[in-house]
């Protein structure tokens, strides 16, 4: 780093004295002096000679041959041959290509210097009495410190205190706060958005989440791609290029003046500054999206992408369990069983266990203090909540080896077509219900998958230690090329060398067991990991924010970080060879020569620049991201009405005449009062916002002729239930009500579904 410092230094010296030289030595020569201007010429570019020669000596004692010989031959041509004005420009611009390469370069580095510049230097720990300030290398395990509004958590530690307000972009590029309530995880590198609170250190200085992110950013700034040094080598072609047609000029002219034209007219910058200007802007733009890539050797790989493997576990899924339905006893209620479960559960530590007080804390309800828990590993266990006996657990542990009832049959067949896990719930000794827990898609995940098509990636495969029936539902619900399940991590690694042999590919995974197949594969992507875990260690990219499209974000950033540096050099070097033909017969002077190769250099730097942005495209209209997360939370209050419209659905299989009326009077409600109120106002007012930030304004048509469909079920079920009498009621039209519910509950999940991806979309622009 000090020698670095240091040739950064000499560059401005040697580029300051040059430029100076030019200038005063072009006075002297306007007024007259014409020796005087000649050797002040000479003056400027003997010391960038010098430096030239000694760094070229270095590169040659390090068995480099270093491109800029041709510079160096071009200005000691003109100081023999006595165009010292021209030797002079030389030297000028290519003392200033370097320091518009410092330039560019630190542009280019600066969203991941900003990275390490956040880590806090203090921490102040509390004794319960005083507050002190320390080094942070001295907290320890155990410490509570104080983190006040404004500054960035120093260390990982758990909240303790009510909540605390997030500002976690620096680690994931997610721009809105979130907060964080007792008990959870505070990461370093987070920004305390809020009021000042408390957190007891879980990790020290060295092993907190942004000390791994910044030993990441320090690889991704040192590592060097496979492509620079392919440029490197053929940069080295053209030196003896140049030689020969700056003879063949000289020979057949008879004029050495020619000859050294076609010497400063050459010019290596578009293939020394352009690929590593690209690379390193890639990177950068990556990091502000939450994605860091370990330099260029990955990000130039990652471009080459061919194939795709998906991890399952915590990936394609959540990666835990979560409520996906609630089966209840005919006549009880389905947040009483939620209610009674999760009271009780609160005395376990398993993490099923801690799934369903989530569950029930995020539906708002009030749970009781249980009483004489005991627990039965591995299977439930039972205690008192409210004076009642409760039992949770599996079947056999809740009712033991007798027949199950219809509907606890219909309960567990239901949760084998899910895979899910089924959890029963009695009170005194009857049954009255059952939770499904399982393991979900991400919400972005079929997005995610769509767009990796759309980014050139011609395979997708998921491999997975989970079984293959479980595999298998996923596989097809996403239309992957191969499922592979059942497999142990020797089996992913496997997997992975098997697809390397066809073709470049890429493991995405987030847990241990994947950390072989990470560092197997030509790029592994570590999902979510925050720069802390084996899998983190392991893989060349890591996503800090836990969303599966930040995986095709990487991917066309890396595509388009090669194409543009692919570009440039392309169109750099044409230039080049027209520049040195144009002066090997005649038409391009000395000092003309050595303007244009600048005017080359600082186009191609500054195409390479290009990677630091977004692709250029039409501007138009966007929803902002809290508006989009507004829309998204209106679907989540959804979500309870919708999962009671399944109930409903579900209680009309054996409901009596009376209760059936009942239930379809209460599903009509729910209907009208809720979805279709919801529906209507997304028509007349999300819908035309939405149309302005599209491209295609007539691309929520199809979402319009949902809600059409929407609002006619609607009107069936009305019809259904109008004046309904118990006396009336027969099971064909128990029957017909029921097929109604059903179709608009799958419908408008469905349909709120396809919503949420075009509310990415206009919220991405």
Not at 287 to 308: M, N, Q, Y
């Amino acid at each position: 780093m000090a020698r670095l410092i240091s040739d950064r230094i000499m560059r401005r010296v040697l580029s300051g004295a040059a430029l100076g030289a030019l200038i005063f030595g072009t006075f002297a020569w306007l007024v007259g002096r014409d020796s005087i201007a000649s050797w002040i010429w000479a003056a400027g570019t003997i010391p960038v000679v010098v430096a030239l020669a000694v760094s070229i000596v270095r590169d040659l004692l390090a068995g480099r041959l270093g491109v800029d010989a041709v510079a160096f031959v071009s200005m000691t041509a003109a100081l023999l041959l006595g165009e010292n004005l021209a030797g002079a420009v030389v030297a000028v611009m290519y003392a200033g290509g370097n320091l518009l390469e410092d330039f560019a370069v630190a542009r280019a580095e600066r969203d991941l210097r900003l990275l390490v510049d956040r880590v806090p230097r203090v921490a102040h720990r509390s004794d319960g009495t005083s507050v002190a300030d320390i080094p942070l290398e001295d907290v320890a395990v155990g410490d509570v410190i104080l983190v006040r509004a404004g500054e960035v958590i120093p260390v990982d530690g758990a909240i303790v205190q009510a909540q605390a307000v997030l500002d976690e972009s620096a680690l994931t590029g997610e721009p809105i706060p979130i907060t964080r309530t007792k008990g959870e995880i505070a990461r370093s590198g987070a920004l305390n958005a809020g009021d000042t609170f408390a957190m007891r250190a879980t990790t020290r200085a060295g092993e907190s989440t942004y000390a791994g992110i910044v030993r990441l950013v320090t690889a991704a700034q040192t590592a060097k791609a496979p492509f620079i040094r392919l440029a490197d080598r053929y940069a080295l072609l053209l030196l003896p290029v140049t030689l020969l047609l700056a003879g063949a000029a000289w020979i057949f002219s008879g004029d050495p003046i020619r000859g050294l034209a076609v010497l400063v007219a050459s010019t290596p910058c578009p293939l020394i500054l352009a690929a590593p200007v690209a690379f390193i802007a890639g990177v950068s733009r990556a990091a502000r999206l939450g994605i860091l890539i370990k330099g260029g050797g990955p990000l130039e790989a990652l471009a080459r992408a061919h194939t795709v493997l998906l991890d399952k576990t915590g990936t394609l899924t959540v990666g835990g369990a979560r409520l996906v339905a609630i089966e209840t006893a005919p006549g009880e209620n389905a947040e009483n069983v939620l209610r009674l479960a999760a009271s009780l559960e609160q005395a376990s530590h398993h993490v099923v266990a801690a799934a369903v007080v989530a569950a029930a804390r995020s539906r708002g309800l009030a749970l009781e203090p249980p009483e004489h828990a005991r627990e039965f590993m591995g299977s439930g266990l039972e205690g008192s909540v409210g004076g009642k006996r409760i039992k949770v657990g599996s079947y056999q542990l809740v009712c033991g080896p007798g027949h199950p009832p219809a509907w606890a049959t219909r309960a567990l067949r239901r949760a084998s077509w899910r895979s899910a896990l089924s959890i029963f719930v009695s009170i005194d000794g009857r049954l009255i219900g059952a939770i499904l827990l399982a393991d979900e898609l991400r919400r972005e995940t079929p997005r995610a998958v769509q767009t990796l098509r759309s980014a050139g990636v011609s395979r997708i495969v998921m491999v997975t230690g989970d079984r293959a029936d479980a595999a298998e539902t996923i596989g097809a619900a996403l239309d992957l090329d191969a499922v592979l399940a059942e497999r142990v991590p020797s089996d992913k690694v496997e997997a992975v060398a098997v697809e390397q042999r066809l073709h470049p590919t890429v493991m995405v995974g987030d847990g241990i067991n994947d950390a072989p197949a990470l560092a197997a594969a030509d790029v592994g992507i570590a999902m979510g990991a925050a720069g802390a875990s084996a899998s983190s260690e392991a893989a060349d990219v890591v996503i800090l924010v836990d969303r599966l499209d930040r995986v095709t974000d990487a991917v066309v950033i890396a595509r388009r970080t090669r194409s543009i540096a692919l570009q440039s050099i392309a169109v750099g070097m044409a230039l080049s060879g027209v520049a040195m033909i144009a002066a090997a017969f005649g038409w391009l002077k000395p000092v003309a020569g050595a303007l244009t190769q600048e005017a080359i250099d600082v186009a191609v730097i500054l195409n390479a620049l290009r990677a630091l942005g977004p692709p250029w495209k039409v501007k138009r209209a966007v929803i902002t991201p809290d508006v989009a997360l507004a829309l998204h939370q209106e679907h989540q209050d959804l979500g309870p009405a919708l999962d009671r419209l399944r109930e409903i659905a579900d209680a009309l299989d054996d409901a009596t005449s009376e209760n059936a009326v009942a239930l379809i009077v209460e599903a009509d409600s729910i209907v009208s009062h809720d979805i279709v109120a919801h529906e209507r106002q997304d028509e007349s007012g999300v819908y035309p916002r939405l149309a302005e930030a599209l491209q295609d304004k007539h691309g929520l048509a199809a979402m319009s002729r949902a809600h059409r469909e929407i609002l006619h079920l609607s009107r069936l079920l009305g019809r259904i239930g109008k004046g309904l009498k118990a006396e009336e009621t027969d099971r064909y039209l128990i029957r017909d009500a029921q097929r109604v519910i059903e179709s608009i509950e799958s419908l408008v999940r469905l349909h709120n579904a396809q919503e949420e991806d075009i509310y990415e979309q206009a919220a991405t622009g």
